[in-house]
């Protein structure tokens, strides 16, 4: 940094105080979905404040601009590095992988599995995603109700085992998914609070997480031991993991190295492209023109298994899954570490900060007035109808969660949980039209929102007759 910019950034002010009462604030912290609109409506859109001393925890700086959220991502040097709380915590239960490694740990990291991700090796993947998607959707017989929720990480499961770890995961379901959320929640409840046990200690939680972590690295061991042991084995990824290596440095990943990735690769190839399904589905159900338009736009399509190059032919439906992200992100929110001072926002964040940068405050409209359905804006001057953007206006009381607690939590609002999702429409090409399913607490049919009440079958779809 030269001396011009050093003092450019000693002349900005710090980031103003959050006014909230200390509990207000320590709620709203840990409260992933809702709690950053309590902090930027009361403290802007950069905000700091302490729930401690900096020996227990340092001071906090919570972002939700763009600009703000640009100045902490687009850093590339270390200087605002994945050495956060919640991150540290999860490289210690999980293991280190390119999600939590801090940056000089990252960066050869970042080297030697880039070649793994180039488009021709995600295109080997898609044959075995669009047959997982056809096989799930077969099971949707008419007139049944399914959890649409379990039907979604079902379909992860088994896109993600088949394409990339060579193997049937849908009778590992709950080896995957209760470890991985014994060990995340516990990561998450232990980072957000001020005061925590030594890590010494072995408390409880602490020996269910380990022993959820424990059993995610069993099954990734064994999936690495087969391919090892059987080279032709189909399992892109792993053949990718096993065979890559550092450019620079010529150093391949070693065995524990690489199940440490399959677990972030589970996590991610899992929960959060389920929860992106589960909000993209119930949206449509919710509206069946935009349903009808995506199933006639796979309609349009030759009569043969979908192929990767179908991509560029959809693009409404590409518009449906990127407003199912903006307005749902399985991610609101992430963390790093000031390790110099920096500029966020128009502000300088001394060295030693934490960071917390919330995107879904950026894109999500505000809860203003009844939901009014998904509906698309206004087409601009020159833009083409199809290429419109969508808005969806969420239901009341929808809460975007970073885990499935904060689902759960949601459903003291019975229009708060995905209650009916699209019909298989958009896999078997069928005209179903998707209606409402809901009924009040005595089984009778329910004609709106009542935050009183919850739903009987509330996660459910009714797939009509």
Sequence with gaps: MTDTASADLASLPLPPKNPLPYRQRARALRSFHTGMDELRDAGGPVTRFRLGPNWLMPPIVVATSPQA???????????????????????????????????????????????????????????????????????????????????????????????????????????????????LTYVADRSLRPVRAPRWLPTPARRRAFAGSDALHRLAGDILARCRADPTTDAPLVQALIAATDPESGNSLSDSEIADELIVFLFAGHDTTATTLTYAMWELGRHPEIQDRVAAEVAALPDRELEP?????????????????????????????????????????????????????????????????????????????????????????????????????????????????????????????????????????????????????????????
């Design 69 to 183: 959220i640009r100045d902490i991502l687009s850093v590339k040097d270390g200087a605002v590095d994945k050495t956060s709380l919640i991150l540290s915590e999860l490289l210690r239960v999980l293991g280190g992988n390119l999600f939590n490694l801090p940056y000089e740990q990252w960066l050869p990291r970042k080297r030697t599995l880039q070649p793994v991700f180039t488009k021709q090796r995600v295109r080997e993947f898609g044959g075995h995603m669009a047959e997982a998607a056809e096989k799930v959707s077969a099971g949707w017989v008419e007139g049944d109700v399914v959890d649409l929720d379990a039907e979604c990480r079902t379909l992860t499961l088994r896109a993600l085992g088949r394409s990339v770890l060579g193997l049937d995961l849908t009778d590992h379901v709950d080896d995957i998914a209760e470890p991985l959320r014994t060990a």
């Design 309 to 465: 190059d179908d991509v560029a032919h959809l693009d409404y439906t590409v518009q449906v899954l990127r407003e199912a992200l903006r307005l749902c992100p399985p991610g609101p929110t992430g963390t790093r570490l000031a390790t110099r001072d920096v500029e966020v926002g128009g502000y300088r964040v001394p060295a030693g900060m934490l960071l917390i940068f919330a995107g879904w405050q950026c894109s999500a409209i505000p809860h203003s007035g009844p939901a009014v359905g998904l509906r698309p804006r206004p087409v601009q001057r020159g833009q083409h109808e199809e290429s419109r953007p969508l808005a969806v206006h969420p239901v009341r009381g929808w809460t975007p969660g970073l885990h499935r607690r904060s689902l759960r939590d949601a459903r003291s609002d019975p229009w708060a949980w995905p209650v009916h999702p699209p019909s298989r429409d958009m896999f078997t090409r069928r005209r179903i039209p998707a209606r409402r399913s809901v009924q009040d607490g005595r089984g009778r049919p329910d004609s709106g929102p009542h935050p009183d009440r919850n739903p009987v079958g509330a996660n459910d779809l009714e797939i009509p007759t």
